[in-house]
């Protein structure tokens, strides 16, 4: 069984690894990808040395399995050759995600999707991930009619530069920007690129993949993401309104239910999530639940997730397995 990581020196590639080693997968070869300026170096697993090869020569050794952690770029030219010599390759980009023909996929909610002949699988954006395993069971019980949601990203999402800014911001060094303002002391309403319609990139994955999920595509979304100072993990908050008549006692219950997320809702004692505590954790974490006064069967809750675990990481590694257990068997 080999496996191919492609964009394996880069923040989500380097969390792949940790993943991998957490679950205790098993492969026969392991196969690190990036660019050319890291060809030649090596990367250690599991106290072994593994050499970083061009992804050309990766694709020569016709690996089982990939995830590909590099942009949409190398996933448009290079997700097709390598599904073409029997690969299955997890996407992390945005490029394959709202393509009809390739499943989005969250295990926990639409594994099923998984076949044989689906060659090229898509990993969701990961504040699209931690929202919808929070809803899961909230729109399969009840349905959900529409979502006003805000996010407070981190600069993680960004990549290592992104991290560089806010560090080098923080320590009052020149350091090469990767946002157009400052982000240590700031907020920044604006993540991707803005697009005619006034939404940016990053808000429309939100509507689009949420629907392509619950295969729902009468859900209305309405986003707002926006890029913190902070290195843990993404912070939403959610307010959902719902078809169905719901309590809140109801409605926390179809939460705390839905697989691989974790109730943190004591506010008399201070516990809510926060990405501070997200970090390096799989799980999603919802608190601050509560009704909306001014809307009928309408909550408000905030979601918290490392979004280079459960956001990328995790969520490759699981579909992964998944393959392994269910299709490669």
């Keep these: ?82 599904a073409e010599v029997g690969c299955y390759v997890v996407d992390n980009s945005s490029y394959w995600r709202l393509h009809d023909d390739i499943p989005l996929i969250v295990p926990e909610i639409n594994s099923h999707l998984l076949t044989k002949d689906k060659r090229i699988i898509s990993n969701p954006n990961c504040s699209t991930i931690q929202l919808v395993l929070a809803l899961n069971l909230v729109q399969r019980k009840y349905g959900i009619r529409r979502i006003v949601i805000s996010t407070y990203q981190s600069v993680t999402g960004t990549g290592m530069a992104a991290v560089r800014q806010l560090i080098g911001e923080r320590n009052s060094e020149m350091v090469e920007k990767a946002y157009p303002h400052p982000i240590d002391m ?106 909306d006064p001014t809307r009928e069967n309408t909550f408000n809750l905030w979601v918290v997730a490392d979004n280079l675990r459960k956001g990328a990481a995790t969520n490759a590694v699981q579909i992964v397995k998944y393959i392994m257990e269910n299709i490669l068997k």
């Design 1 to 82: 069984m080999k496996l191919c990581i492609v964009g394996a020196t880069g923040l989500v590639g380097r969390e792949v690894f940790e993943v991998l080693n957490e679950f205790n997968l098993s492969f026969d070869e392991i196969i690190p990808v990036a660019s050319s300026k890291s060809v030649g170096s090596e990367i250690y697993f599991n106290k072994k040395p593994l050499v970083v090869q061009d992804i050309e020569t990766a694709l020569s050794h016709k690996p089982d399995l990939a995830i590909f952690s590099a942009g949409s770029e190398v996933s448009a030219a290079y997700a097709p050759k390598f």
């Design 186 to 291: 700031n907020c920044l309403p604006h993540a991707g690129k803005f697009l005619p319609n006034g939404y940016t990139t990053e808000e429309e994955k939100l509507i689009h993949e949420t629907r392509k999920i619950f295969q729902d595509p009468s859900i209305e979304v309405s986003p707002t993401v926006v890029r913190v100072p902070v290195i843990g993990g993404h912070s939403e908050s959610v307010n959902v309104e719902l078809r169905s008549a719901c309590t809140l006692d109801e409605f926390r219950q179809a939460i705390a239910e839905s697989p691989s997320v974790v109730i943190e809702d004591e506010p008399e004692k201070n516990i809510y999530p926060m990405p501070l505590y997200a970090k390096d954790k799989n799980e999603v974490f919802v608190g601050r639940i509560r009704k």
